[in-house]
């Protein structure tokens, strides 16, 4: 299904090479430590919605100490989220988009639409949702595919509603949820 361009907010695997020192990165699965932004995610806890949600954090993003942060705080949260994507950090202040596989992306609807599942999956509501990374998790994808597998369709359904003025409905996006991943390339064996 053609969505257009709102759809490119959340990419496939893939994407520029990140440059680092540590151990496994949860976001990219190569070293965990990013030159530049100082912090680093654990890999969520099997079973915790609340790590799937917005995964532990460690280090210093734009000042503050990220495990003081509260996920549980809407804007703590945002910070969170940003901090995950240090490759947007420099156009999250400004209005452009970032290029990505050759495709524009708009970092802040990127950001907004992690965002968007982390609440969902906070909230439990839908509690597919929930489901969907647990049985996702369990076929071996890692948290980021997870997250975009789900943001995609949320994308796609904010674009609907936007363009074709569609009411969400919550019945056809749980069998969505259901269906991923889909045509969603199978998970990468771990390094």
Known sequence: MAVGPAVAAVSRPGGPGRAGTDHTCLRCRGPRRHSGTGCWFDDPE?????????PPAHGIYQEPDLQLLD???EDERALLIEALHPEFADALQGEDDVIIDGEP???????AM???VANQLLANNPPETWQTVQRL???GYDWHN???MIASLVTEDVYGVLKDNRKPDPATYARRLNGLPGDWPPPKPAR
């Open 46 to 54: 099997p079973g915790d919605r609340r790590s799937w949600a917005v």
């Open 71 to 73: 996920p549980g705080d």
């Open 105 to 111: 992306v708009n970092p802040r609807l990127h950001v």
């Open 114 to 116: 992690h965002q968007v």
């Open 137 to 139: 998790a369990g076929r």
């Open 146 to 148: 997870i997250m975009h």
